[in-house]
């Protein structure tokens, strides 16, 4: 049974950082690209960052510049979102989700297997 747990999130000031985990449990953690992805009240969700199985990233740089980094321990079986100089804007909920590939997604449905997501609230 694949399982996505999310943890680390929580209530930061602007300008700190966050790092979210995720572990994934039930299948074979390096075969399959990891996602991560936010959705904010009355927003649609949206795409942040993505991995491969073998270190292939791709992000939004639009939304993030530079801001996040994701990364993974497949030992650990575990993907990881480095928030780096959070602002209000970041609030959200953040999900991690795998791929139904080892290859990186950007697109909700490129993914089958979801979290269930972890509040981050940046506020003064």
């Known amino acids: 049974q694949v399982q996505l747990v999310e943890s680390g999130g929580g209530l930061v000031q602007p300008g700190r950082s966050l790092r979210l985990s995720c572990l994934g449990t039930g299948f074979i953690f390096g075969d399959y690209a990891m996602g991560w992805f936010r959705q904010a009240p009355g927003k649609q969700r949206e795409f942040v960052t993505s991995?491969?199985?073998?270190?292939?990233?791709?992000t939004d740089a639009r939304l993030l510049k530079g801001r996040f980094t994701v990364a993974r321990d497949n030992a650990k079986r575990t993907a990881y979102l480095q928030m780096n100089a959070l602002k209000t804007e970041d609030t959200a909920v953040y999900y991690c989700a795998r791929a139904k590939t080892v290859s990186v997604g950007l697109e909700p449905e490129e993914f089958d297997y979801w979290g269930q997501g972890t509040q981050v609230t940046v506020s003064s």
């Open positions: 991995m491969s199985g073998t270190g292939y990233t791709t």
